[in-house]
């Protein structure tokens, strides 16, 4: 069956720590997003990166959908950083299946 | 001017009780969506319309009756609720092609005691 797996589960660090977030799925796919759900639940959309590489600021992604995993690097974290990081992706047809997710606290 | 929008955000309701969610979305997508998150924080798919036609319907409870008058909106009416009904239900919407992802609203917390 399908399988989006993310490691690490739980992730703790300092503020100012650097971390890689990772994403590994079962088949190809043709779409992959990335979202943060903060403290209040709210999903917001991180990056909609199907392959290669995006930045946005202390946030980047990469995409190696050929080798099928994804990676979402964390820079210079902050407290506002911390919640539940959730890569989805879609291999064919009109849905994304998420990933397990993984917490993250940035403690001051 | 949000994106997606649903109502309310919180619904607490007794066991039996019929409830709606509401779903508006202005960005001009095709395509709409509901998720449910359960207490361990899984994402999974219920419904999906696109322009106003049902073409995802996973193992839900028939209970669960999904409505879209347009493709603007995509309401959730749930019959006869059950305590393990109690969970945060998103609504999405994206392109049909995509092309730039799924946006969500801000999610309605359910809780049937």
């Known amino acids: 069956g399908i399988q989006v797996e993310q490691s690490p589960p739980d992730l703790i660090l300092q503020e100012g720590a650097n971390s890689t977030l990772r994403c590994n799925f079962s088949?190809?796919?043709?779409?992959l997003q990335w979202f943060h759900q903060n403290p209040w639940g709210q999903l917001i959309n991180l990056f909609y990166?199907?392959?290669g590489t995006k930045q946005n600021g202390r946030l980047s992604a990469t995409t190696v959908a050929t080798e099928r995993y994804s990676l979402l690097y964390i820079s210079s974290s902050q407290t506002t950083d911390s919640g539940v990081y959730f890569c989805a992706v879609s291999f064919t047809g009109n849905q994304f299946y998420f990933g397990t997710g993984t917490s993250l606290t940035v403690i001051p | 001017d949000t994106a997606v929008s649903q109502t309310p955000k919180y619904l607490v309701t007794q066991m039996g009780n019929d409830k709606s969610i509401k779903c508006e979305q202005n960005l001009g997508h095709d395509t709409m969506y509901w998720y449910k998150q359960d207490s361990k924080k899984f994402l999974k798919i219920m419904f999906s319309y696109n322009n106003k036609e049902l073409i995802i319907n996973e193992t839900v409870p028939n209970r669960f009756s999904p409505k879209s008058p347009d493709k603007a909106h995509l309401n959730l009416h749930i019959n006869s609720l059950e305590l393990g009904d109690s969970a945060v239900y998103f609504c999405?919407?994206?392109?049909?092609?995509?092309?730039?992802?799924?946006?969500f609203g801000s999610g309605t917390r359910l809780t049937v005691v």
């Open positions: 990166i199907p392959s």
């Open positions: 088949d190809s796919v043709n779409n």
């Open positions: 999405a919407s994206s392109h049909s092609g995509f092309y730039d992802g799924y946006t």
